[in-house]
């Protein structure tokens, strides 16, 4: 399967979501480009801000020292020094059930997101030098479930293709 273009490419939107026919799985609808890296995070596990920075931290492999708060959690997902790629598709499977418990933070949540998206996007003259990366997530749910939020905040992907 050939990966969508769109999460090949370092424009926005980089924040998705995907919606999910029965039967589908998020691998099965959305190839990983080569050379990214990619990781899932399980939005079951993220229904309060300590649960979701723990899942993020599982899935990603965080520093154990890393700090469990909003400014530490934006500061490693715009380094993952340990994590080498081309570039980044995060899949948040059960998005739905995202911060649940603490629905205040989704929108900073969200905001984090499109920032280090944005950052990655950026090419870094400092050091250590870096091309534009493409980083990508996408906030996956199954088909009836996307109205378990009333504003994703976020534009939907499409992951259908398309016959010739």
């Not at 340990?82 to 995060?90: D, H, M, T």
């Not at 900073?108 to 944005?118: K, S, W």
Request: glycine share 8%.
């Amino acid at each position: 399967m050939t990966p969508l273009p769109q999460l090949c490419s370092t424009k926005a939107p980089r924040v998705h979501l995907v919606v999910l026919d029965g039967g589908q799985t998020p691998r099965s609808g959305l190839a990983v480009p080569p050379g990214f890296l990619a990781r899932t995070i399980d939005g079951r596990r993220g229904k309060t801000k300590a649960g979701l920075l723990a899942e993020f931290a599982r899935a990603l492999e965080f520093p154990s020292d890393s700090g469990r708060n909003w400014d530490a959690f934006e500061e490693l997902l715009a380094d993952l020094e340990w994590l080498p790629a081309k570039g980044y598709l995060l899949i948040v499977r059960h998005a739905d059930q995202l911060l649940t418990r603490d629905p205040e933070d989704y929108d900073v949540f969200i905001d984090i997101l499109r920032g280090v998206a944005e950052e990655w996007a950026t090419p870094r003259q400092g050091e250590p030098k870096r091309p534009a990366v493409p980083f990508h997530v996408c906030l996956v749910v199954g088909r009836g479930r996307e109205r378990a939020r009333s504003d994703w905040r976020v534009p939907r992907l499409s992951i259908e293709r398309k016959t010739q």
